[in-house]
């Protein structure tokens, strides 16, 4: 019945055309790492698509931090640099997307229930 449910996997593995090329590579480490699990199918295309892009925007708010530093100058003041809630909007993405996929100890151990 689960099978059934899942449906078929005949392209999960391979990330779709058209993504920036480091998304592509994040997404197909992801599905590398999951496919041993047996637990992907077509259906979590999206969510992988969706985890591997906040990992790749966490990447280019860290390096814009890294880079400019949390506070900038605006005028004649310093404020937080946008790139701190950039980062943070996309953690939360991120673990949403790795509670959905098993990707942290937590959801793998409620997975192999």
């Known amino acids: 019945m689960e099978n059934r449910l899942r449906g078929s996997s005949d392209k999960v593995f391979s990330a779709r055309e058209g993504l920036p090329d480091e998304v592509k590579r994040l997404y197909e480490a992801i599905a590398w790492h999951l496919e041993g699990a047996d637990v992907l199918s077509n259906l979590d295309i999206d969510c992988i698509e969706m985890t591997a892009y906040a990992i790749y925007r966490m990447r280019q708010a860290r390096q814009s931090l890294?880079?400019?530093?949390?506070?900038?100058?605006?005028?004649?003041?310093?404020?937080?640099?946008?790139?701190?809630?950039?980062?943070?909007?996309?953690?939360?993405?991120?673990?949403?997307?790795?509670?959905?996929?098993?990707?942290?100890?937590v959801s793998r151990a409620k997975l192999s229930k």
Do not use: R, T
Request: proline fraction near 5%; hydrophobic fraction near 35%; glycine fraction near 10%.
């Open 66 to 105: 890294d880079q400019e530093g949390l506070l900038i100058q605006q005028g004649e003041k310093l404020v937080k640099n946008p790139a701190a809630n950039i980062e943070k909007d996309y953690q939360k993405i991120f673990w949403q997307g790795c509670v959905q996929l098993g990707l942290s100890p």
